[in-house]
């Protein structure tokens, strides 16, 4: 079934918010899932990722409706390269012991993501009266 970039966006939007309110108000929670230990430097970090889940999540919020363009897939490739070096990221510092195995949940989340918007480009490439 051919993810449309309408879906993938208000999806993704969704996350993105509720990644900042998470990272926004209880840190703690994420970090203890990853086993790492919150400090006033985690909380910081923590406290400014919110900001960057809060700023994606509205880019993409605004931008479902867009249709297939160039600047919809600077978008799209700039977030599919984020994704997949957080993906990276994250499974090695998992392998070096710095995260425990919950930062895997972070790992599947990014690559799926990043999987999905690679195919929705392709649909909206293939097919872009119906993708869009």
Do not use: K
């Amino acid at each position: 079934m051919p993810l449309r970039f309408h879906t993938l966006a208000l999806f993704t939007a969704l996350l993105c918010f509720a990644l900042a309110l998470t990272w926004g108000l209880r840190p703690d929670w994420l970090l203890w899932l990853w086993s790492v230990e919150y400090s006033s430097a985690t909380g910081l970090v923590a406290r400014r990722n919110a900001a960057l889940f809060l700023a994606l999540g509205i880019m993409f919020y605004r931008a479902r409706h867009a249709p297939p363009s160039d600047t919809r897939r600077a978008i799209t490739t700039g977030f599919i390269t984020g994704c997949f070096a957080l993906a990276a990221l994250g499974l090695s510092e998992w392998i070096s012991g710095n995260a425990g195995p919950g930062i895997l949940l972070a790992v599947a989340t990014e690559t799926v993501l990043g999987l999905a918007f690679i195919q929705a480009h392709r649909t909206s490439v293939l097919t872009p009266q119906a993708a869009a």
